[in-house]
């Protein structure tokens, strides 16, 4: 494993709740992480409790993101370590009430 994936590894097990993205939870910086953000609210979840990391600011992990899912876009949530997918899943997760089942009960 490279220091990318295993950098993304210790943060994605590290974390309950991480959300790479663009921009931030106060400012995100693409529409699709903008809805990553409100769907999480939506859900009762905090965005200052979840972990973001900003991929605009580290090359990197924008690119060793997209190999360590193997899903070729941004935003990816993680919950416990596990991948729970982009923000069109996130919607369809979200509205059938599954995500809520997965955030657990901080949701």
């Known amino acids: 494993m490279s220091d990318t994936q295993t950098r993304i590894d210790q943060l994605v097990k590290s974390n309950p ?3 790479f993205m663009k921009g931030n939870a106060s400012f995100p910086m693409c529409g699709f992480s903008g809805r990553a953000i409100q769907i999480l609210k939506a859900c009762g ?3 200052k409790t979840v972990t973001t990391v900003n991929v605009l600011e580290d090359e990197e992990i924008r690119q060793g ?3 360590y899912s193997n899903w070729p876009t ?3 949530l993680y919950v416990k ?3 729970v997918g982009g923000s069109d899943i996130m919607m369809e997760m979200y509205q059938s009430g599954e ?3 997965v955030l657990g009960p901080q949701a």
């Open 17 to 19: 709740i991480v959300l």
């Open 65 to 67: 993101i997209k190999e």
């Open 45 to 47: 979840i905090d965005p």
């Open 99 to 101: 995500l809520a089942q």
């Open 74 to 76: 941004i935003p990816q």
């Open 81 to 83: 370590g596990e991948f």
